[in-house]
């Protein structure tokens, strides 16, 4: 949880929300600390489209027709889906492809030095069964600093699957600070804070059905 303007902004327009249940009796008397959460730097405005709903669509069929035309003489892969982020993403890729998958989810979360991420990774979720022998496709929304992804590639090729390789919608390209291969790649993006098709802001704006540009 971060003490953001935004988390008081919202905490305000959620009175239902379990977040702050002691305000919810006169939210009236709140009104000024939802002026110091704008205040403090959060927009009401809608997150500038940076792609399009068509464009991610577009780029989702021509991700699933390359990912289908590789896999197709190995027989049955694994979507691999970290969460929470890539849950559109691989709702979406499942749908699309043709050939045989199945669907698992892992989930991690990356440590912080105070609001700063350290860079270390811990796992939250495993995989539910073994991938030992599999084909695993690992479903990622962004790669951002890159140690997400360096820490699940990894930490699965220990496990011993006969494949592994990656799909990500987004590359924060300059913010990347160690070494990942992207075998499937949505878009290269700059160093904007983006929201949307399974990416937040402090778990807002997961469900926009395109990638927009928060000024935080
Ligand atoms: C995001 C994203 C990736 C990771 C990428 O997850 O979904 O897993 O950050 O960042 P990196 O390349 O700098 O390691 P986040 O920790 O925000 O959790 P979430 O998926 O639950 O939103």
Redesign the pocket.
């Known amino acids: 949880m971060h003490w953001s303007g935004e988390w008081l902004v919202n905490a305000l327009e959620s009175p239902t929300s379990e977040i702050l249940p002691e305000f919810h009796a006169d939210l009236t008397l709140l009104a000024p600390v939802r002026h110091i959460g704008l205040a403090y730097g959060v927009s009401d405005e809608s997150p500038q489209v940076l792609i399009s709903e068509a464009d991610i669509s577009h780029r989702g069929d021509e991700l699933a027709e390359q990912i289908a035309a590789d896999y197709k003489d190995k027989g049955e892969i694994v979507l691999l889906g ?5 849950f559109i993403l691989l709702a979406d890729l499942s749908r699309r492809l043709t050939i045989p998958r199945l669907v698992e989810f892992i ?4 440590y912080e030095d105070g609001d700063v ?1 350290s ?1 270390a ?1 811990r796992l939250v979720m495993d995989v539910r069964s073994s991938i030992e022998g599999k084909h695993v496709l690992v479903v ?12 699940l590639i990894d930490m699965l090729k220990s496990r011993e699957p006969a494949s592994i390789k990656a799909c990500v919608m987004l590359h ?1 390209e300059h ?3 160690v070494d ?1 291969e992207i075998d499937y790649l949505g878009f290269t993006i700059g160093d904007e804070w983006v929201v949307g098709y ?3 802001y402090a ?1 807002q704006g ?1 469900t926009l059905p395109y990638i927009g540009v928060v000024k935080p």
């Open positions: 970290v969460l929470k982020g890539a989930a991690v979360s990356s991420p860079g990774v990622e929304d962004i790669v951002d600093t890159g140690h997400t992804l360096h820490y924060k913010s990347t600070e990942v399974g990416l937040d778990e997961r």
